[in-house]
Nanobody
């Protein structure tokens, strides 16, 4: 079993910054990919950013140039630095990890419990 624990959400004014963290723990053989999704009020969950074990990154167009994803492989932790926040960034942010728990098992998806980010205008 793998647990993802997020932290760093909160309330911020437009133009401000927040940094989200997500630490993975449990039966981890390797983490193929880590990332962040978000679900705005009344909308579907959407991908924000992802990072592969080799540090290749990918961003949604809406956050390019404002958000930066990074990871610390030694700590099994992924970060999301969010700058120039806009009210449209208000959402519950979920950590995601594609984890292999042993060398004989395929990697599967795990999710955090979500952390609220609210950007006021």
């Amino acid at each position: 079993q793998v647990q993802l624990v997020e932290s760093g959400g909160g309330l911020v004014q437009a133009g401000g910054s927040l940094r989200l963290s997500c630490a993975a723990s449990g039966s981890i053989f390797s983490i193929k990919l880590m990332g962040w999704y978000r679900q705005p009020p009344g909308k579907q969950r959407e991908r924000v950013a992802s990072i592969l074990s080799g540090d290749s990154t990918n961003y949604a167009d809406s956050v390019k140039g404002r958000f930066t994803i990074s990871r610390d492989n030694a700590k099994n932790t992924v970060y999301l630095q969010m700058n120039s926040l806009e009210p449209e960034d208000t959402a519950v942010y979920y950590c995601h990890a594609h984890v292999q728990t042993s060398w004989v098992r395929p990697a599967i998806d795990y999710w955090g419990q979500g952390t609220q980010v609210t950007v006021s205008s």
